[in-house]
């Protein structure tokens, strides 16, 4: 017989949380190794010691295409680590799980797009589109987390 599962695991929307989660966070992880293969390929490297053992000190450089994965996996770091905190304590406000996963799905989906867009350089205003609707699960979030604590602030 398996063990009883942990509380949270029974958590249908800290679940669907989770699966996201996970999902934005191998993302991330996707776009730091593009963002060195690209280094690797423009010998374009940020530390001396790394252009030294790629061919010499005239590749310790800056890129253009370098400093748009670097910008777009900053853009990730700025908007996602939020959504992380926001989920995890909204997952707790015992939301419907249906609207809690179209919260969790729209953020996902929009950074996807966000990153593609920026990565594939699309025409604008795809990548400020994909931003500004990813926002909204975020906001809707945080007003819900708002709304529920305000008691006890």
Known sequence: QAAPSPKMMENKVFLSFTFYSTI????????????????????????PEDALRNGGLQYYQEDPD?????????ND???????LFLGAIYSMLD??????RIHFFIFCVGRVVHTVA?????????????????????????????????PYW
Request: aromatic share 8%; proline share 6%.
């Open 24 to 47: 934005l966070i191998v993302k991330m992880y996707v776009v730091a190794i593009i963002t060195g293969q690209v280094r690797l390929r423009k010998k374009a490297f940020a530390n």
């Open 66 to 74: 370098v400093e748009r994965c670097r910008r777009a996996h900053r």
């Open 77 to 83: 770091m700025e908007n996602i680590f939020p959504f």
């Open 95 to 100: 939301p419907s799980p249906t609207i809690a």
């Open 118 to 150: 920026y990565l594939l350089q699309l025409k604008a205003p795809t990548r400020s589109v994909a931003y500004s609707v990813a926002q909204l699960p975020c906001f809707s979030m945080a007003l819900q987390i708002l709304l529920a604590t305000t």
